[in-house]
């Protein structure tokens, strides 16, 4: 059985182009073809399309009618094709992203903030928490790691390392006194990231001239959040070990100093990680692209 859609542009090219011969060349088939459709249509009607002699053939009154409406008729499935091909191809939906706390609200935000004014049919669920999620089961498309990466058979796209730096409050550092190596700050009151994953980071690293210095640190405080640990630094409660995008408006604006400025803080690993069974949508996918050429290595 012929396509019918199939038919009426058959049809169609016949009337316009004068011939079956010419419609067979525009729509890349046989003109016994071309005939073999308009046959299968006249049939289907039961009256005759077109009038043909061995000179040139002529538009019946049925098939004048019936012209117009095939046209009208692929018009529209034309169109439909064009919008189907649209909605492919164009980023929309809902896309859910988990990233640590911290990070999420100072460093993700504005990345997706940007990349929604980009794609405006794109609505975002940003879940802000340092557990480690399972993407599949909780229906997360992609997640932001900070640190090691375990095996998780999870697609890894390595980004931008994350670099700390410590600082402290004028006040806190005029009482205390300023550390010049990090074995000092084993005398200061140091504020600490507490994972809910793993044990407060509580051993801190420092490098220079090719050398590790890893100093056990003291800490009266500790939080779950790296704005709270820069609030209380601001406070003046002690130094702490936070990112540099966070603390970057308080260095600015000289509410902290940055602590052993000699001495480079060790950047954490940074990945974008999704899952290889996820079918790459164009939401997915542009969202992938940003975030590489956003925290570019």
Same mark, same amino acid.
Not at 200 to 217: A, E, K, Y
Not at 235 to 259: C, F, I, N, Q, Y
């Given at each position: 059985?012929?396509?019918?859609?199939?038919?009426?542009?058959?049809?169609?090219?016949?009337?316009? $182009?004068?011939?079956?011969?010419?419609?067979?060349?525009?729509?890349?088939?046989? $003109?016994?073809?071309?005939?073999?459709?308009?046959?299968?249509?006249?049939?289907?009607?039961?009256?005759?399309?077109?009038?043909?002699?061995?000179?040139? &053939?002529?538009?019946?009154?049925?098939?004048? #009618?019936?012209? %117009?409406?095939?046209?009208?008729? @692929?018009? %529209?499935?034309?169109?439909?094709?064009?919008?189907?091909?649209?909605?492919?191809?164009?980023?929309?939906?809902?896309?859910?992203?988990?990233?640590?706390?911290?990070? !999420?609200?100072?460093?993700?935000? /504005?990345?997706? #903030?940007?990349?929604?004014?980009?794609? /405006?049919?794109?609505?975002?669920?940003?879940?802000?928490?340092?557990?480690?999620?399972? @993407?599949? %089961?909780?229906?997360?498309?992609?997640?932001?790691?900070?640190?090691?990466?375990?095996?998780?058979?999870?697609?890894?796209?390595?980004?931008?390392?994350?670099?700390?730096?410590?600082?402290?409050?004028?006040?806190?550092?005029?009482?205390?006194?300023? /550390?010049?190596?990090?074995?000092? @700050?084993?005398?200061?009151?140091?504020?600490?990231?507490?994972?809910?994953?793993?044990?407060?980071?509580?051993?801190? &690293?420092?490098?220079?001239? !090719?050398?590790?210095?890893?100093?056990?640190?003291?800490?009266?405080? &500790?939080?779950?959040?790296?704005?709270?640990?820069?609030?209380?630094?601001? %406070? !003046?409660?002690?130094?702490?070990?936070?990112?540099?995008?966070?603390?970057?408006? #308080? @260095?600015?604006?000289?509410?902290?100093?940055?602590?052993?400025?000699?001495?480079?803080?060790?950047?954490?690993?940074?990945?974008?990680?999704?899952?290889?069974?996820?079918?790459?949508?164009?939401?997915?996918?542009?969202?992938?692209?940003?975030?590489?050429?956003?925290?570019?290595?």
């Amino acid at each position: 059985m012929l396509d019918r859609l199939t038919s009426m542009a058959a049809f169609v090219k016949a009337a316009d $182009a004068g011939s079956f011969t010419a419609a067979a060349i525009s729509l890349g088939i046989s $003109a016994q073809m071309v005939a073999k459709h308009i046959v299968a249509l006249e049939n289907q009607l039961g009256g005759k399309l077109l009038a043909r002699t061995t000179r040139h &053939q002529r538009l019946t009154e049925l098939g004048r #009618t019936y012209h %117009e409406r095939c046209k009208l008729i @692929l018009a %529209e499935v034309e169109a439909a094709d064009a919008l189907a091909a649209q909605v492919k191809s164009e980023p929309r939906g809902l896309l859910r992203i988990s990233a640590p706390i911290t990070f !999420g609200a100072h460093g993700l935000v /504005p990345l997706l #903030t940007r990349y929604q004014i980009a794609h /405006p049919l794109v609505e975002i669920d940003l879940v802000l928490t340092d557990r480690f999620v399972d @993407l599949v %089961e909780e229906g997360f498309e992609a997640a932001l790691r900070i640190g090691p990466l375990e095996d998780s058979g999870l697609i890894a796209r390595k980004l931008t390392p994350y670099r700390l730096v410590a600082a402290a409050a004028p006040a806190y550092l005029a009482k205390r006194g300023v /550390p010049v190596d990090p074995a000092d @700050l084993a005398a200061h009151d140091c504020l600490v990231y507490a994972y809910r994953s793993r044990n407060p980071d509580r051993q801190w &690293q420092f490098q220079r001239d !090719g050398r590790t210095h890893t100093v056990d640190v003291r800490c009266r405080f &500790q939080a779950n959040d790296g704005t709270a640990l820069v609030s209380a630094a601001i %406070e !003046g409660a002690g130094v702490v070990l936070a990112p540099e995008d966070v603390l970057r408006d #308080t @260095l600015t604006s000289g509410r902290l100093v940055r602590v052993l400025p000699e001495y480079e803080t060790p950047s954490r690993s940074m990945h974008l990680l999704f899952s290889p069974d996820r079918r790459q949508t164009p939401k997915l996918r542009s969202f992938i692209d940003a975030a590489a050429e956003h925290f570019r290595p």
